[in-house]
């Protein structure tokens, strides 16, 4: 079965310094990656995807995201945080098996930048 | 977010009520889908409708009932819920199903009394 893991329920990083959120995947066959942020009482929010091509996929607001196939990740990354990117973090996979398809999201991790 | 929109934000209802959930989409997209979040759990995917037929129901009891009278509005009829049903709902949207980005409202947040 398709699964999403994010080992981190919370990351704590200041402002300034880089980022990472991690997130790994378990799929049968060439996975669809991506990440949304979620603010408070908000929707989720896309960042950016990982269909095919350059491993380093760069999104919205400076992140960016490194593909990983041998280690089956997609962690998500910002050179430098800002308070502003305080915020529930989502990494999500789409598959293709002999079942249909399939979208599975991650539990989250809550980023807090502190200033 | 103003390309998908959810009504009402926010819902109290008791368990014998019956209210109504409203998605609106301006994107032009082809598929929606509703999710529920629930505290410390996964984003569970609900329902899922292309072209207005509806193509997954991932075992949701029936006190929910999805309606998608076209490709812009997608319902979610409440009936009879249980405490544990309190949640934000998400709708979502994409241009094919699954194959494409989804774009999300704001959410409805729902507590059963």
């Not at chain 1, 990354?77 to 529930?88: C, E, Q, R, T, Y």
């Amino acid at each position: 079965a398709q699964s999403v893991a994010q080992p981190e329920d919370q990351v704590n990083v200041a402002e300034g310094n880089p980022l990472t959120v991690k997130c790994t995947y378990s799929v049968s066959g060439n996975p669809y990656l991506f990440w949304y942020v979620q603010y408070p009482n908000r929707g989720l929010q896309f960042l950016l995807k990982y269909i095919t091509g350059d491993n380093l996929v760069k999104g919205s607001y400076g992140f960016e995201a490194e593909f990983n196939k041998s280690q089956t990740s997609f962690h998500l990354k910002k050179p430098s945080a800002l308070v502003s990117d305080s915020a529930l973090y989502f990494c999500a996979v789409r598959t293709l098996d002999n079942y249909g398809q399939n979208f599975v999201f991650g539990p989250g991790t809550r980023l807090s930048v502190l200033p | 977010e103003t390309g998908v929109t959810q009504t009402p934000r926010h819902l109290v209802m008791g368990m014998t009520n019956k209210k109504s959930l409203k998605c609106e989409q301006h994107l032009g997209h082809n598929a929606m889908y509703w999710y529920k979040q629930s505290a410390k759990k996964p984003l569970e995917l609900m329902f899922v409708y292309n072209f207005k037929e509806q193509t997954e129901n991932n075992s949701v009891p029936s006190r929910f009932s999805p309606e998608c009278p076209n490709s812009s509005h997608l319902f979610l009829h409440l009936h009879t819920l249980q405490p544990e049903d309190s949640a934000l709902y998400l709708c979502a949207s994409s241009q094919g199903q699954y194959q494409e980005t989804q774009y999300f409202g704001p959410g409805t947040r729902l507590l059963v009394l």
